[in-house]
T-cell receptor, first 118, second 111 residues
Framework: EPEVTQTPSHQVTQMGQEVILRCVPI?????FYWYRQILGQKVEFLVS????????KSEIFDDQFSVERPDGSNFTLKIRSTKLEDSAMYFC????????????????FGPGTRLTVL | KNEVEQSPQNLTAQEGEFITINCSYS?????LHWLQQHPGGGIVSLFM???GKKKHGRLIATINIQEKHSSLHITASHPRDSAVYIC?????????????FGTGTRLKVLA
């Protein structure tokens, strides 16, 4: 069964360093998402991406964050200058285009990348 | 504002008990996704439902769109069911494709 994959599973970095989190969405999916979960808190939306541009972003997704689809398979989240409060689990998700067979938007989640900023 | 609320936040049960976790949401939802999160942090999909009821093994999920409420039931609970259960709303009728997540219910099943 196709699945969303994420690398690395764990990333430890020093404050101020840049990190890139990588995701490979399910191949025929067209919508991509990043969410994060700070330890002990609920999962929060960061950004959605469709047709090579940001579709929607939250107030968390400030200028320090960027997303890219550098090729036909990868979807990346870059944090330019990490802060302590960026420590969290980051989940990538993907979904098919809403129109067509389904009347709802089912998202498929990757296993997450645990980011620790020291 | 699109919101999802879950209850209870924490639940401890004895092995074999019937468990119910509740999720309520604001207007505009087209479907609800029930997810399971284990201590390692990974998220596993359980059910996505837009109406009625779905069953998989000992897990049953129901949704009442008009009452804006969904429940996840676990029959004959087992210690391996211990996890965090999360509901997430698909608010795409409101023009957004992001999920809105509930706070999660931490379930512990004792042997």
């Amino acid at each position: 069964e196709p699945e969303v994959t994420q690398t690395p599973s764990h990333q430890v970095t020093q404050m101020g360093q840049e990190v890139i989190l990588r995701c490979v969405p399910i191949s025929n999916h067209l919508y991509f998402y990043w969410y994060r979960q700070i330890l002990g808190q609920k999962v929060e939306f960061l950004v959605s991406f469709y047709n090579n541009e940001i579709s929607e972003k939250s107030e968390i997704f400030d200028d320090q964050f960027s997303v890219e689809r550098p090729d036909g398979s990868n979807f990346t989240l870059k944090i330019r200058s990490t802060k302590l409060e960026d420590s969290a689990m980051y989940f990538c998700a993907s979904s098919e285009l809403l129109a067509g067979r389904k009347s709802y938007n089912e998202q498929f989640f990757g296993p997450g990348t645990r980011l620790t900023v020291l | 504002k699109n919101e999802v609320e879950q209850s209870p936040q924490n639940l401890t049960a004895q092995e074999g008990e019937f468990i119910t976790i509740n999720c309520s949401y604001s207007v505009g939802i087209s479907a609800l996704h029930w997810l399971q999160q284990h201590p390692g942090g990974g998220i596993v999909s359980l059910f996505m439902l837009s109406s009625g009821k779905k069953k998989h093994g000992r897990l049953i999920a129901t949704i009442n769109i008009q009452e804006k409420h969904s429940s996840l039931h676990i029959t004959a609970s087992h210690p391996r069911d211990s996890a965090v259960y999360i509901c997430a709303g698909d608010f795409s009728p409101s023009g957004t494709y992001k999920y809105i997540f509930g706070t999660g219910t931490r379930l512990k099943v004792l042997a």
